[in-house]
């Protein structure tokens, strides 16, 4: 095969590859927030948080009563209740906003990021490698987070 001919043959995979993302592998996406849409939105009010979903949850009630009072605010019909732990450190839980369970906690150094009508979650949106956070993101499944990214 001449030069000219494998020119254009790696000119048309490349083309095919930056514009069709289908051809391109998954872990070179980043993840969107419309990509992972939820079905519905709760709109009702919130429950009470339920500590003995949690038994650590006491530990925090200021925090979760106060935040959950706040209603959905991620995924459709759940609450992200956040607080500060220390430079450069934060605490969050998520709760059913319906039920008032405690059903997840997680820790960041750089925050979050996330949208009622997504179940996406991005922790450390903005990594600052200095304290060694690194953006990461998560779909929520209703009980825990899977990394996708």
Not at 120 to 135: Q, W
Request: proline share 5%; net charge neutral; glycine share 10%.
């Amino acid at each position: 095969m001449n030069k000219p001919m494998m020119v254009l043959i790696g000119g048309i995979l490349f083309n095919l590859i930056a514009v069709n993302p289908m051809w391109a592998a998954d872990n070179h996406r980043t993840p969107t927030f419309s990509g992972y849409p939820v079905q519905e939105i709760y709109t009702g009010p919130p429950a009470k948080v339920d500590f003995s979903s949690d038994p650590g949850a006491k530990t925090f009630r200021t925090h979760l009563r106060e935040g959950i009072r706040e209603g959905a605010n991620f995924a459709g019909s759940y609450t992200i209740v956040s607080w500060g732990c220390g430079t450069s450190c934060q605490m969050h839980a998520i709760l059913s906003t319906k039920t008032g369970k405690v059903l997840h906690w997680f820790d960041t150094c750089g925050g979050e990021k996330y949208w009622m009508d997504s179940r996406l979650l991005i922790v450390n949106p903005d990594s600052n490698e200095e304290f060694g956070c690194k953006t990461e993101y998560y779909l929520w499944n209703g009980k825990t987070m899977e990394r996708v990214k």
